[in-house]
């Protein structure tokens, strides 16, 4: 089957010949240019991340480049979210809005760590503390909603990827914003990670 993600979500077709194929076509958007982009990057590594890991951390920058979901507007005064503050507050919440806290936190967090990497080491807490806080949010979102785009434990994947989600999104901003250096490969392996 040919996975067409569009708005709505992902659609499965068969091809001509009926036969099944993995392969996700996007239609032209900013998500669309994230998508090529960190496929390009993720193409360099000597472990790939899955295909749909890449999308969902495609929409996660989309959604991101607009300024209204990274913030937040609390007694009429816009500021940055406190996850930890939100992380915790969740657990009091009813099961859907906990989902919804959940995944905000996991995504405001894996675009943080990624593309804000930089001035973030530089604040009170450090990127490691943000890292926690998305890995335990996803982890946590994993027994509320366990699949995503019918792939079964996709958050809980998305949990143990998360370092090197944030190193792609990473290299990809130093890219956008003119670093100049040309990406040769990406390791992601049992030492760390390194951008050559």
Do not use: W
């Not at 996975?3 to 009926?18: H, N, Q, R």
């Not at 967090?109 to 943000?130: H, I, P, Q, W």
Request: charged share 25%.
């Amino acid at each position: 089957m040919v996975k067409k993600i569009s708005p709505m979500g992902l659609v499965s077709e068969p091809d001509k010949a009926g036969a099944e194929s993995s392969e996700i076509i996007l239609e032209t958007s900013l998500q669309s240019f994230f998508f090529d982009q960190l496929t390009e990057v993720n193409k360099k590594s000597l472990h790939p991340l899955p295909q749909e890991t890449i999308f969902y951390s495609s929409t996660v920058m989309d959604k991101y480049s607009e300024s209204e979901n990274y913030f937040e507007t609390v007694e009429g005064r816009i500021r940055e979210k406190i996850l930890g503050l939100k992380l915790l507050e969740s657990q009091s919440m009813n099961r859907q809005s906990q989902k919804r806290i959940l995944n905000d936190i996991g995504d405001t967090a894996l675009f943080m760590c990624g593309y804000f990497s930089e001035s973030t080491n530089k604040k009170l807490v450090d990127t490691r503390y943000y890292m926690s806080l998305g890995k335990m949010a996803y982890e946590r979102l994993h027994y509320f909603k366990p699949d995503y785009l019918e792939i079964p434990s996709f958050y809980l994947n998305l949990s143990r990827a998360f370092c090197t989600i944030t190193l792609l999104i990473g290299t990809v901003a130093q890219k956008l914003q003119g670093d100049g250096q040309e990406i040769l490969f990406f390791v992601n392996g049992p030492v760390g990670l390194k951008v050559s």
